[in-house]
């Protein structure tokens, strides 16, 4: 029996949350004498995922499934499990899989468990930890039905290296490619040569202290020396200073990178709801009574206009070491 | 033109969440409940759509008689009417089958909004089970949906790093967010829309007999942060020791 994961691409290589998946399969595997199967579409360097576990990748060399369409993706994954007798399928929270997650479900009849952050516990049942009410919680969710669809919260196994020796065959699945004219796609608007906020492993974001849009030339600048992504507290996206993509919190984007830098927001509840997943937060505001002081892990109390430029003097030097 | 309003009545977003009975339980004392935050900005959208085209409106809401002040709040937003499916909404699968058989018996409506997750216990999946189990076109993450003529729209949905976007057509389901509408467009009850909501039609219907997928067997708080490091903001140098040694980040 195979464990099946869904290799999203990235501009035709393997997407890094393809190889957290197939960290997380293969730890679940080895426990329990699977193989890990990978499908995906167009996969360039489909053999770097031999690296992470995957003994097997289904690369789909078709133009018009090469583009994601979640109906057709969704024929394609479950077409995948029925070949390789797969009970249990993992897809990542890129809105892509999100959006084909509970379509998949339904075709695949499987019972469907998002924000997962733990390999299923040992015991009987099948159990696995999810993330609930916003970051606030964790449940315990067993899973009834056989098949089983897990979507795994980003940054929450972390990549791990266990090579094992693989091939890669072509996969020609019998899809319905008239959802591509259902729905069609008619404009892509993809800020291009910036780190994209889900695929970010530093986030550098700013708040209401800030005081006004033309103050981001530094939180831009120190995101640059870092290879960070920008991001923003509501009220700033609310008031125009920032694009709303950039809002993160409970209402915005869900983020986890490694390392999460907060300058000039308070941390409300609802903007630690979406980021509190994060591996390391430092808070850089002139207030030692607020509240995300007590949520993070580094914080320097200061006035951001004095603190931030001296950062990012200090980062320079220190990547030029 | 008919739209139907999926609505989940979930926690506050300032609640304090605990759970009671040997963490087998939420606990709901002192919770006041809302309209999902992410479902608001399709209500939104379906209001400016019914003044726009005279469309009706109907909430549907799986849920038991707690939830009802909050789908009175939706019918005071100005819902013209509302259905309550009398069941504890135990998983999305569960939730679903309710929604499925609700549609399939009253298949009348153009568009069916939802949100793009209950912030609850964020499943982020009923409205895509539903269009399964209903064969009904279904996009997600939807933050603009313009209505064209001959039954066509054009939507918007976010991809990672940007947006997409869609030509389809009626009859369509949509997991709407942010964007769908203006923030400051957000629309809450007045009071001649609360006195209006009392006499609007609140339907309850017995649920169908579903199975579940899912069950949830205990809960816990996440592991509380260990102490903050505070690095003086004269001393930076150490605050880059700590990230690049200690935190091994950059
Ligand atoms: C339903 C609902 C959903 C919400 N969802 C979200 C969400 O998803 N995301 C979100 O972010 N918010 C959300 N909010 C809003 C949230 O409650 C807060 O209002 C918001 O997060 C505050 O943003 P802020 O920290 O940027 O601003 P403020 O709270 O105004 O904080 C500004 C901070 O900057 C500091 N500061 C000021 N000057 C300086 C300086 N010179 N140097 C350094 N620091 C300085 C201040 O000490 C203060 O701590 C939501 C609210 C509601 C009601
Ligand atoms: N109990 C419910 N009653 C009606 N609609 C619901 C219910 N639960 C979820 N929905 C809808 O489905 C969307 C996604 O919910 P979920 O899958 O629970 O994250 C929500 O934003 C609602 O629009």
Known sequence: MSILIYAEQQNGKVAKSAKELASYAKAYAD????????????????????????????????????????????????????????????????????????????KLDAGYVSHVIGLPEDGGNFTVK????????????????????????????????????????????DVDKSVYETYKVTKVDKATGKVSLTDADIIVSAGRGLKGPENWGMVEELADVLGAATACSKPVADMGWRPHTEHVGQTGKQVAPNLYIAIGISGAIQHLAGVNGSKNMLVINNDPEAPFFKAADYGVVGDAFEVVPKLIEKLKAFKNQ | MKILFLMSSVPDTTSKINFTDNDTKFDESGIQYVINPHD????????????KTGAELVVLNVGTAKTEPVIRKVLAIGADKAVRIDA???????????????????????????????????????????????????????????????NMVE????????????????????????????????????????????????????????????????????????????????????LIDLLHNEAKVI
């Open chain 1, 31 to 106: 426990k329990t004498g699977q193989d890990v199967v990978a499908v995906g579409a167009g996969l360039e360097d489909a053999d770097s995922l031999f690296q992470y576990g995957v003994s097997k990748v289904l690369n789909v060399n078709d133009d018009t499934l090469k583009t994601f369409n979640a109906f057709a993706h969704a024929q394609m994954v479950a077409q995948a499990a029925g070949q390789q007798g797969a009970d249990l399928i993992l897809i990542s929270d890129s809105n892509d899989a999100v959006y084909m997650g509970p379509i998949l479900a339904d």
């Open chain 2, 88 to 150: 504890d909404p135990k998983d999305s699968y569960f939730t679903a089958v309710q929604i499925a058989h609700y549609i399939n018996n009253h298949d009348e409506f153009d568009l069916i909004i939802a949100g793009k997750e209950s912030l609850d216990y964020n499943g982020g999946m009923v409205h895509g089970l539903v269009a399964g189990m209903t064969s009904k076109k279904f996009i997600n993450a939807v933050m603009g949906l313009e209505l064209k003529d001959n």
């Open chain 2, 155 to 238: 939507v918007a949905r976010e991809i990672d790093g940007g947006k997409e976007f869609i030509e389809t057509s009626l009859p369509l389901i949509i997991g709407g967010q942010k964007g769908l509408v203006k923030e400051e467009e957000l629309r809450i009850p007045n009071m001649r829309g609360i006195m209006m909501a009392r006499k609007k039609p609140l339907e309850v219907l017995p649920a169908v007999e579903a199975a579940v997928k899912t069950k949830i067997d205990k809960f816990e708080k996440p592991a509380p942060k260990g102490a903050i490091k505070l690095v003086d903001k004269d001393n930076l140098d150490e």
């Open chain 1, 130 to 173: 999810r993330k609930v009410f916003s970051n606030k919680g964790i449940a315990y969710t067993e899973v009834l039905s056989d098949k089983k669809l897990l979507r795994l919260a980003k940054n929450s196994f972390g990549m791990l290296e266990n090579p094992v020796a693989g091939s890669v065959e072509d996969f020609a699945p």
């Open chain 2, 40 to 51: 608001e900005f399709g209500l939104t959208k379906a209001m400016q759509i019914k003044e």
